[in-house]
């Protein structure tokens, strides 16, 4: 694995997009740019020997490969987990944390995000287009202040939204 500075909690980039699930190796976009891979091929073969059926379902591959960003990091909506917090019992989809899944990846490219966030870039590409924040709200079904914390890096758009982002201000979203 590669040698990598500290992160600045506040700044942990977030999962925009699952390029592609392999057997057990998960490829994806992040808010700053990256393409990066995590291998859980080893991981797998502890999780098969765990007493936990959560992690023994993730260990299969029908399961394993229903992998998707969400809200920043990675999910599995098809393995789930219950328990009970606050007396209130929950039933939730396992998901990984954002930093370890970070830390843990491997840098395969960097895109054109290079020197900027994904909030810096939609942020400048909407100046260049001379709209306004609600201008672009509007055009893409949302408010100001949705648009406002995407450009601040606050929240990730899904990939949906940030292909109508693209699209209402005259670009379109490329991933490698």
């Known amino acids: 694995m590669e040698t990598q500075k500290p992160l600045d909690p506040i700044k942990i980039p977030a ?3 699952v390029i592609s699930v392999l057997p057990y190796r998960i490829v994806t976009l992040w808010s700053n740019g990256e393409v990066r891979e995590n291998d859980y091929a080893a991981d797998v ?3 098969a020997t765990l007493d936990s059926p959560v992690y023994q379902q ?16 990675l ?14 019992d929950r039933d939730e989809a396992i998901d990984f944390d954002r930093l370890v899944t970070y830390e843990q990846s491997r840098l395969m490219e960097v895109t054109a995000l290079d020197s900027a966030t994904l909030g810096e ?12 924040q609600g201008d672009l709200a509007r055009r893409i079904g949302s408010t100001k202040q949705y648009v406002s914390k995407v450009e ?17 201000l005259g670009k379109r979203v490329a991933l490698l």
Request: aromatic fraction near 12%; avoid cysteine; charge should be positive.
């Open 58 to 73: 993730l260990a299969q591959w029908e399961y394993f490969k229903s992998a998707r960003a969400n809200n920043g990091v």
């Open 121 to 132: 870039t939609i942020s400048r590409a909407r100046h260049q287009a001379r709209i306004t």
């Open 75 to 88: 999910e599995w909506p098809t393995v789930r987990f219950q328990f009970t917090f606050g007396g209130v």
């Open 152 to 168: 601040r890096n606050v929240v990730v758009p899904k990939a949906d939204t940030l292909q109508r982002m693209a699209l209402a």
């Open 45 to 47: 073969q502890r999780w």
């Open 15 to 17: 999962i925009v997009q």
